[in-house]
């Protein structure tokens, strides 16, 4: 009998911890949803192993960016997954374009209004809602409770969405289950530098909760990449913009609370003095250990690496250039199948031939 509540337990931690992640599916290839260096717009690029890419359509806009980021017409940092259930794909991007500063009165190039959250069935073809959080609380679904900020509509950034499935989030009305939306914000009025905060979406993808901290560790904090590991742990890549900066990882037992501080010891250092943001981890179909990829953003021309890290993510090594990408920046993998495959590679080689017409 103790043998079998044992199993039924150990069975049930596991179905749990299979479901506290991104849904996972794809043996076949790899796909970089990523923002274009050439422009303000995502961009696809299709892989058989993992490090060699093509770019589709010649790395162009997969979809209007004046059509889906309503703010300011651009889109970056695209970070896209499965939905939760498996049977379609969800993404989210930064909406924001560097040349809009003047037309729209922003205090920096590098501020921005809001996110973009976008659901496709088919990888090609987009549905989207914008939030621009200086309209403030009446923007999210729970308006009701108090906002982290007095004055929303002097926020000055909204940066770097990333996505994570909580099938343990409660709804107020009872519905159970729901999308980690986690980003950094900065109101400089009333915070001294950009932290990290979260907000929760529904499985439509089109209702989203108001922010709430995730972590402050007393400095800057960008560019946040959450991956549940074996060990049990979330563990989540990061760049840090005070002490020493560089792209670090931290762990917590909770989703959205116990973030200890970085390891000091083990980060992506082997680019020495060179300044790298953007992170996002992927494992290689039938490989436990991970790759990291990242942006070395203060090179002239940039490159966009991959490197390596062990089962635990940690013991970051051998860093390599990405291949066969045109305009590699802030982006993120997602493994498919044969036919996304095909399907993605038609669809680029149809649109290639209609603009040579």
Not at 293 to 313: F, G, L, N
Request: proline share 3%; with cysteine.
């Amino acid at each position: 009998m103790m043998k079998k509540l044992l199993f039924t337990a150990a069975m049930a931690l596991t179905a749990f911890s299979a479901s506290a992640q991104n849904f996972q599916k794809g043996n076949y290839g790899y796909l970089y949803c990523h923002m274009s260096d050439r422009g303000q717009w995502t961009a696809y690029a299709i892989s058989r192993d993992g490090y060699n890419y093509e770019d589709l359509i010649d790395g162009d806009p997969i979809m209007d960016p004046k059509v889906h980021a309503r703010i300011e017409g651009g889109q970056r940092d695209a970070y896209i997954c499965r939905s939760w259930d498996g049977k379609g794909y969800v993404m989210v991007t930064t909406d924001m374009n560097n040349s809009m500063t003047k037309a729209l009165g922003k205090q920096s190039d590098w501020d921005n209004y809001g996110i973009d959250l976008l659901r496709s069935d088919d990888l090609i073809h987009w549905k989207s809602v914008s939030f621009d959080y200086r309209k403030g609380l009446q923007i999210f679904s729970d308006y009701w409770h108090e906002g982290v900020y007095r004055d929303w509509s002097t926020i000055n950034r909204v940066w770097a969405p990333q996505i994570f499935w909580d099938p343990d989030y409660i709804w107020d009305n009872g519905d159970q289950g729901g999308y980690m939306i986690y980003y950094s914000m900065l109101n400089r009025q009333e915070e001294k530098y950009d932290r990290m905060y979260y907000s929760h979406a529904d499985k439509t993808f089109t209702k989203l909760t108001q922010p709430r901290l995730l972590f402050d560790w007393g400095y800057a904090t960008i560019d946040a990449d959450i991956n549940l590991l074996p060990d049990g742990y979330y563990h989540m890549l990061i760049k840090k913009e005070g002490g020493k900066p560089g792209i670090y990882t931290a762990t917590s037992k909770h989703l959205t609370v116990g973030w200890g501080e970085p390891v000091d010891d083990d980060y992506v250092s082997f680019e020495g003095r060179k300044n790298c943001e953007g992170s996002s981890a992927f494992q290689l179909i039938g490989d436990k250990n991970w790759r990291v990829a990242y942006i070395q953003y203060s090179d002239h021309p940039k490159h966009y690496r991959i490197c390596e890290a062990d089962e635990h993510m940690r013991n970051f090594k051998n860093p390599v250039d990405i291949k066969g990408v045109s305009s590699p920046q802030h982006g993120s993998f997602m493994r498919i199948t044969e036919s996304e495959y095909n399907r993605l590679k038609s669809w680029s080689d149809k649109q290639k031939k209609k603009a040579k017409k």
